[in-house]
Nanobody, 125 residues
Framework: HVQLVESGGGSVQAGGSLRLSCGAS????????VGWLRQAPGKEREGVAA????????YYADSVRGRFTISLNNAKNTAILEMNILKPEDTAIYYC????????????WGRGGGYSWGQGTQVTV
């Protein structure tokens, strides 16, 4: 069982930047996607960004591509989400998550089940 602990988030004006961090301990999958999903009030859950632990393959939602960057440390146990040019529509609770995946399935990030979750952190723009 993996434990995911998030830090970062907060409030920022439109156009500003924030950084989220996610530390993983316990049963970290060798073939996994690690990243963030978000949920805003009254909206469906959305996969924001993810990295595959086996190589450099990444997924970004269309709504954040070019503004957000996800990185993973060499030990594959800490993920960072750099969020730039933030917009009011980025306001949501952001959840770090991990699940088994492959380069072929990373595009389904945010859909389906099988996730291990962090505690969530509020981002307000």
């Amino acid at each position: 069982h993996v434990q995911l602990v998030e830090s970062g988030g907060g409030s920022v004006q439109a156009g500003g930047s924030l950084r989220l961090s996610c530390g993983a301990s316990g049963s970290i999958y060798g073939d996994a996607c690690v990243g963030w999903l978000r949920q805003a009030p009254g909206k469906e859950r959305e996969g924001v960004a993810a990295r595959y632990t086996g190589d450099d393959k990444a997924y970004y939602a269309d709504s954040v591509r070019g503004r957000f960057t996800i990185s993973l440390n060499n030990a594959k146990n800490t993920a960072i989400l750099e969020m730039n040019i933030l917009k009011p529509e980025d306001t949501a609770i952001y959840y770090c998550a991990q699940r088994r995946c492959s380069p072929a399935t990373i595009g389904t990030w945010g859909r389906g089940g099988g996730y291990s979750w962090g505690q969530g952190t509020q981002v307000t723009v």
